[in-house]
């Protein structure tokens, strides 16, 4: 399995600031992911982290509003720019592709995110 | 379009009884399904899997039963443990490669 870590665990923002939120796996995984999770609701997938290249974004999500950074194969960001109450969410990163030739995502703590 | 869907929102078991926790898919493309558990302030855990290549897998008290015609999945707990009380997700993948989640459903294990 893998450890994955997320800053800040939480954080209270106001209306129209960015937050980049960092994710660290404690070893070299082949694809990195972004989720959201609103309240009540699914896992989301925002995008999946590309190693050297822009991120791939699911529809209804653009880079402009969620830009993502992967410079190796253990780090990821996601900064939620320009943000709204509407952005109030907990939004976690996965991996997955680990040395031991899984499948299965795995998931870090996640980061709570309120927007005033 | 909710592709994978858990339609009980919560549900409350008495420790030791038995914990069945349902999900429902609509995309036949789907051939792998997983159950992940999630505690509050943290991220989802892999509990177990199943290929669509079975119809059944088990890993200590946890169980996943997959009817690909129904296009439905099962969880059973048994015994149930009050540390079994968390949200439980179900997620697919298949065909656009990605993890699908459901909704979650909301395990209470009663002392």
């Known amino acids: 399995s893998a450890v994955i870590s997320q800053k800040p665990s939480r954080d209270i923002c106001q209306r129209g600031t960015s937050l980049t939120i960092q994710c660290q796996v404690d070893s070299q995984v082949t694809m990195m992911f972004w989720y959201r999770q609103q309240p009540g609701q699914s896992l989301t997938l925002i995008a999946t982290?590309?190693?050297?290249?822009?991120?791939?974004?699911e529809s209804g999500f653009v880079i402009d509003k969620f830009p993502i950074s992967r410079p190796n194969l253990t780090f990821s960001t996601l900064t939620v720019s320009n943000m709204s109450p509407e952005d109030s969410s907990i939004y976690l990163c996965?991996?997955?592709?680990?040395?031991?030739?899984?499948?299965?995502?795995?998931f870090g703590p996640g980061t709570r995110l309120t927007v005033l | 379009d909710q592709q994978v869907k858990q339609n009980s929102p919560s549900l409350s078991v008495q420790e030791g009884r038995i914990s069945i926790l349902n999900c429902d898919y609509t995309?036949?493309?789907?051939?792998?399904f997983l159950w992940y558990k999630k505690y509050p302030a943290e991220g989802p855990t892999f509990l177990i899997s199943i290929s669509s290549i079975k119809d059944k897998n088990e890993d200590g008290r946890f169980t996943v039963f997959l009817n690909k015609s129904a296009k439905h999945l099962s969880l059973h707990i048994v015994p149930s443990q009050p540390g079994d009380s968390a949200v439980y997700f179900c997620a697919s993948w298949g065909g656009t490669y990605k993890y699908i989640f459901g909704t979650g459903t909301r395990l209470k294990v009663l002392a």
């Open positions: 996965s991996a997955e592709g680990l040395a031991d030739g899984t499948d299965t995502q795995y």
């Open positions: 982290a590309n190693q050297g290249s822009e991120a791939t974004y």
């Open positions: 995309n036949s493309m789907f051939d792998y």
